[in-house]
């Protein structure tokens, strides 16, 4: 479904992705790990169109998407959650929710996964008119992730969805993610809590200072020694 | 159970109050001109309502920019200013053109959106100050140019006689016929911004003045929803600067200096970014204060208290006090340091601003409140 071939980006002249391939099937949870400064949200960012790639390829669907607007994306079923929710503050949970599906223009269709974001997250229907930057954090997260799926993504990226949860949290944060995979939507996660993901992810693919250094089914990562090492704390 | 009904009758009344609120300052508007055949006040008076209604267009317009879309243009005037040239050099005896005011009019909206989309291609990728700094400069630019293109604009010595307009066989040229011209468009403009607030132009500017980059991952296109703010607000100063020419009858580029940029933007802050009603009453505000004040010491109180009543004052007061005009942007920057200290959110707030600024909305806590006493009081009646 999404495949970075050889993908090289640049800040100025420093090149933070060193020619990474990765590759996201259909039906799939894919979690990146890495460490700070390793990448992965340049990565990410790649993906969305916020930065361009100097060398090789994007691939959506089939299609190259090296030079397509991040606006298009979106509308193309690529949405995403962003590093530390991003809500709309001051508006309200309802008006944050309308935002995501700001690309489309099918009224009935938004009104249904106005229902289904509802299904999902209680809280939300109760808390509607309540502005967003009010909101716990774990609410917060619902409504990043309500707004992502108001978009009706075939992909849908999330940029560390652990950061700033309590660890119970964190807990009930990727719960709610493998339920959004059940409902049919492809999902990459990039992780600092390399546990958490990995134990609701199909693959991973580990990243070091912009290169893959690892890639494999999620439960093999999970055994392996250097990753338990490196991100599980174990000495 | 009576105590919802209290609060739904309460919600109701607001809104009707609201409306009656509205309305009441529409027939004001409407009848305020009349006062002067009534014999209850002097010409000046309905002029300055051209001149504040010409403001109130003005501030409207700059509000898009500001308030909707959370972006600083300091070089607002410029666009007002291309409006009345525009009119000024087609229909004046300065180049020999005469066009029928219906083209003037759309001639001076379509040269300042053209110039607002040719200074927003290219800068509006900047953010916050250095923006502000890049309006600022094209304004002084524009003002340049106009005082020195001599061959068309006549430089410093402006362009005299223009044209009165003609509508429909009607000559407007008196302060009257100005007012309720420029009162009309005020309304013709309340209705697409109001149109254009609820359309998704208005969400995508209101997103974007909340958070970039949430915006533009919510799919808005950022650049070209800054762009289309910056063009319609455009719109707004050049329709303002095409009535400014044809009331002044003369322009010349002293009127369109930096200082009046600044004032548009502090009838915006003073008023209340982001609502309609705040920065029409900023805009009203600003342009009449001096006035009111002026006349106050010069003709109202003497006329009460006796000729020489300001000669006990010591001359320095006495000469602030009648020489008001000279003081203004003192006073206005001393206002603005005081609102933005006890009421950051302008005179009359819109709602998104008022929740920005205070971390508790007052209504919100007064619902949550009635709210708690509504199941109190539900549970005493199941005591019962």
């Known amino acids: 479904m999404l495949r970075l071939e050889k993908v090289q980006t640049h800040y100025g002249r420093i090149e933070v992705l060193k020619f990474i391939d990765i590759e996201v099937n259909e039906g799939e949870i894919v979690c990146l790990l890495g460490g700070n400064a390793s990448g992965k949200s340049t990565t990410m960012k790649t993906i969305l169109g916020i930065v361009r790639p100097t060398s090789g390829r994007v691939v959506y669907r089939g299609e190259v998407i090296n030079d397509v607007p991040t606006a298009q994306r979106i509308k193309m079923g690529i949405a995403t959650v962003p590093e530390n929710r991003r809500l709309f503050p001051h508006l309200t949970v309802l008006e944050n929710l309308e935002m995501g599906a700001f690309t489309r223009n099918d009224k009935l269709g938004i009104q249904e996964d106005l229902k289904r974001v509802y299904q999902l997250f209680p809280v939300l229907e109760e808390r509607k008119n309540q502005r967003a930057g009010t909101l716990s954090g774990g609410e917060q997260q619902m409504v990043a992730v309500g707004r992502a799926l108001m978009a009706c993504p075939k992909l849908l990226i999330m940029d560390e969805p652990s950061m700033g949860l309590s660890p119970a949290l964190v807990d009930q944060s990727f719960e709610i993610i493998k339920e959004v995979n059940k409902q049919g939507v492809t999902i990459f996660v990039v992780e600092q809590n390399a546990q958490a993901a990995l134990s609701i992810a199909d693959r991973g693919y580990v990243l070091q200072t912009g290169e893959i250094v690892m890639e494999g089914k999620a439960s093999e990562l999970l055994k392996s020694d250097k990753i338990r090492k490196a991100y599980l704390g174990e000495a | 159970m009576k105590k919802t009904f209290k609060k739904e009758k309460l919600l109701k009344w607001s809104r009707i109050n609201r409306q009656v609120l509205i309305g009441a300052v529409l027939f004001l508007a409407f009848i305020f001109p009349l006062f002067n055949l009534l014999g209850w006040m002097g010409m000046v008076w309905v002029r300055l309502g051209v001149k504040v209604a010409v403001f109130v267009l003005l501030a409207l317009g700059l509000n898009i920019i500001i308030g909707e879309t959370g972006l600083l243009n300091l070089g607002y005037i410029a666009f007002f200013a291309i409006g009345a040239y525009t009119t000024a050099i087609f229909a004046s005896p300065r180049l020999g053109f005469h066009l029928p005011f219906w083209l003037l009019f759309l001639l001076s909206g379509f040269f300042a959106v053209a110039f607002g989309f040719l200074l927003g291609l290219p800068t509006l990728r900047l953010r916050g100050d250095y923006l502000a700094i890049v309006t600022l400069a094209f304004g002084e630019i524009v003002r340049i140019t106009l005082n020195n293109w001599e061959s068309v604009t006549n430089g410093p010595g402006g362009i005299p006689g223009i044209y009165d307009p ?180 302008g005179l009359i707030p819109s709602r998104a601003w008022q929740r920005e600024l205070h971390e508790i909305d007052p209504r919100l806590l007064e619902e949550t409140q009635m709210i708690r006493f509504d199941l109190e009081e539900e549970e005493k009646d199941l005591e019962v």
């Open chain 2, 166 to 345: 003609v509508i429909f066989g009607l000559r407007i040229d008196n302060n009257f016929e100005y007012y309720y011209l420029t009162l009309g468009l005020i309304i013709l403009c309340l209705i697409l911004i109001r149109n254009l607030k609820n359309s998704r132009f208005g969400r995508a500017w209101n997103a974007l003045r909340e958070d970039e980059i949430a915006a533009e991952c919510a799919g808005i296109h950022v650049s070209m929803a800054k762009l289309l703010s910056f063009m319609v607000s455009s719109l707004f100063a050049g329709f303002a600067g095409c009535i400014f020419a044809s009331l002044q009858k003369f322009v010349n580029p002293q009127y369109f200096v930096f200082m009046q940029s600044v004032l548009v933007v502090c009838m915006v802050v003073l008023g209340g970014m982001g609502s309609i009603p705040g920065v029409i009453a900023g805009a009203i505000a600003l342009d009449t204060l001096p006035e009111i004040i002026r006349h106050t010491f010069a003709f109202w109180l003497p006329s009460f208290l006796g000729e020489d009543f300001l000669t006990s004052f010591p001359p320095l007061l006495q000469n602030f006090l009648f020489d008001f005009d000279r003081y203004r942007m003192l006073i206005f920057g001393l206002a603005i340091v005081l609102m933005m200290i006890f009421r950051p959110e």
